[in-house]
């Protein structure tokens, strides 16, 4: 599987760290890389390759779990392992020179990571990145189950990122009457996981909930940045959806 192809979730655009250097797309083998490089990557054509392999920055902290750069995960799975580095080793995170791997380097990334309380930002204050680096000191915070293990993410984690995410909120007006948020995932860009007949389903809501209030969060045009994702997810009281990645806003 190599970094440019169109399974990896990896960005295939050119970003930069602060205080760090430029990548044209995250680090890694490639289509272009050869066949030494993609199918034994510890060759030494290979490590000194910083296409390859990039760095070394001054210090990374590792979040990123399997499934890299998909929402579920990223949020879940990565950034909810921040609650240990924030409890034993807060002033690594504060660390300007500390860099944090997360699989996710997009602007929805930036904003999750804003929100668990990394200051980062897209372009030159960009403290996220993926791929494959080097680092002169790492951080390995406690992992989650690989792929859930039936179980989720570790509970300490979670209430931890929940905690950090409730801070944040507190700000919002609370609403006054009972408020149901549906995830509307449309057909025409989700594929599966769609619920095909939506508006009877919002007839029969409007029926079943009198006096309640409906919201619905859609993907088409296009899905709402994530602080107002966030927002509504944390002024609803109910929240209806087919299974997805949509419900790791709940965190």
Same mark, same amino acid.
């Given at each position: 599987?190599?970094?440019?192809?169109?399974?990896?979730?990896?960005?295939?655009?050119?970003?930069?760290?602060?205080? %760090?250097?430029?990548?044209? &797309?995250?680090? !890694?083998?490639?289509? @272009? =890389?050869?066949?030494?490089? $993609?199918?034994?990557?510890?060759?030494?054509?290979?490590?000194?390759?910083?296409?390859?392999?990039?760095?070394?920055?001054?210090?990374?902290?590792?979040?990123?779990?399997?499934?890299?750069?998909?929402?579920?995960?990223?949020?879940?799975?990565?950034?909810?392992?921040?609650?240990?580095?924030?409890?034993?080793?807060?002033?690594?995170?504060?660390?300007?020179?500390?860099?944090?791997?997360?699989?996710?380097?997009?602007?929805? %990334?930036?904003?999750?990571? &804003?929100?668990? !309380?990394?200051?980062? @930002? =897209?372009?030159?204050?960009? $403290?996220?990145?993926?791929?494959?680096?080097?680092?002169?000191?790492?951080?390995?915070?406690?992992?989650?189950?690989?792929?859930?293990?039936?179980?989720?993410?570790?509970?300490?984690?979670?209430?931890?990122?929940?905690?950090?995410?409730?801070?944040?909120?507190?700000?919002?007006?609370?609403?006054?009457?009972?408020?149901?948020?549906?995830?509307?995932?449309?057909?025409?860009?989700?594929?599966?996981?769609?619920?095909?007949?939506?508006?009877?389903?919002?007839?029969?809501?409007?029926?079943?909930?009198?006096?309640?209030?409906?919201?619905?969060?859609?993907?088409?045009?296009?899905?709402?940045?994530?602080?107002?994702?966030?927002?509504?997810?944390?002024?609803?009281?109910?929240?209806?959806?087919?299974?997805?990645?949509?419900?790791?806003?709940?965190?």
């Amino acid at each position: 599987c190599v970094w440019d192809s169109g399974a990896s979730h990896v960005s295939k655009a050119k970003y930069c760290l602060l205080n %760090g250097p430029c990548v044209p &797309r995250a680090p !890694g083998p490639s289509e @272009s =890389s050869s066949e030494a490089c $993609r199918e034994h990557t510890q060759t030494e054509e290979c490590m000194s390759d910083p296409l390859v392999v990039a760095g070394p920055v001054e210090i990374l902290v590792v979040l990123t779990q399997p499934q890299w750069g998909a929402y579920y995960h990223f949020v879940i799975d990565a950034l909810s392992r921040l609650t240990w580095m924030l409890q034993q080793y807060p002033a690594v995170v504060r660390n300007n020179l500390t860099l944090f791997h997360t699989g996710m380097v997009s602007e929805s %990334g930036q904003a999750w990571a &804003r929100l668990v !309380g990394i200051e980062t @930002s =897209s372009g030159a204050g960009n $403290r996220l990145l993926d791929g494959w680096w080097r680092a002169k000191t790492a951080y390995f915070p406690p992992a989650n189950p690989c792929a859930n293990m039936k179980r989720g993410a570790e509970l300490v984690a979670i209430e931890g990122m929940h905690r950090t995410l409730m801070y944040k909120m507190a700000a919002i007006e609370p609403v006054r009457e009972k408020l149901a948020l549906v995830v509307h995932r449309d057909p025409h860009i989700s594929g599966g996981r769609s619920v095909l007949n939506h508006e009877e389903m919002m007839a029969i809501l409007c029926e079943d909930l009198p006096g309640w209030k409906i919201e619905v969060l859609s993907d088409y045009p296009q899905v709402p940045d994530v602080l107002t994702v966030c927002r509504m997810f944390y002024r609803a009281s109910l929240v209806i959806g087919p299974h997805g990645a949509g419900f790791a806003n709940s965190a």
